[in-house]
């Protein structure tokens, strides 16, 4: 399970649920089908390519405090 040091630390352009689940204290899962079926209560940017979520890592690190 990655920390949110873990994250700002990554060199990735984007994250997966299952990256940012420890930090945002839920499953990857549940993180998944809340954005298909309740896109507005994600309050950070996303995206479906096909079935994979992605996170773009600077607008997710803002959301979660941290200034790029």
Known sequence: M???EDLHASS???FT???VC???GSNPQT???TARQRPDLI???FTFVGNR???PRVPFLR???IEI
């Open 43 to 45: 309050g950070y940017e």
């Open 17 to 19: 649920p299952g990256d």
């Open 53 to 55: 979520m992605k996170i």
């Open 31 to 33: 993180i998944r089908v």
């Open 12 to 14: 990735k352009a984007f």
């Open 22 to 24: 420890g930090v945002l």
């Open 63 to 65: 959301f979660m405090g």
């Open 2 to 4: 990655q920390t949110l």
